[in-house]
């Protein structure tokens, strides 16, 4: 089992940036797939973004494209989203979840096909 333990994020004013991370005890974050999920009150938990580590593809919802990467760290072994030109939107608590399989693109966005979960972190963006 691997533990996931996000951090960044916090209180981020419109149009601005904050990155968040996505570091792992238990083992190296090198195989399978890495997703980035969130949830604001009152809704379900959305897909955001996910890297497959063997071929490094990543996707996006397409309310994020062109706004957030996400990325490996291999010296901190954390896998970053880098959130810029935030929207009041994308006030919510976010999640990092791993999987050790390397997801076909029609799974990757479903929070079923990952199986260990961080507790989440915070991100609130004022107007």
């Known amino acids: 089992q691997v533990q996931l333990q996000e951090s960044g994020g916090g209180l981020v004013q419109a149009g601005g940036s904050t990155r968040l991370s996505c570091a792992a005890s238990?083992?190296?974050?090198?195989?399978?797939?890495v997703g980035w999920f969130r949830q604001a009150p009152g809704k379900e938990r959305e897909f955001v973004s996910a890297i497959r580590f063997a071929n490094r593809q990543t996707y996006y919802k397409d309310s994020v494209k062109g706004r957030f990467i996400i990325s490996r760290d291999n010296v901190k072994n954390t896998v970053d989203l880098q959130m810029n030109d935030v929207k009041p939107e994308d006030t919510a608590v976010y999640s990092c979840a791993w999987t050790s399989r390397t997801l076909i693109l029609s799974s990757i966005r479903q929070t079923s096909q990952y199986d260990d979960w961080g507790q989440g972190t915070q991100v609130t963006v004022s107007s």
């Open positions: 238990g083992r190296t974050l090198s195989t399978g797939t």
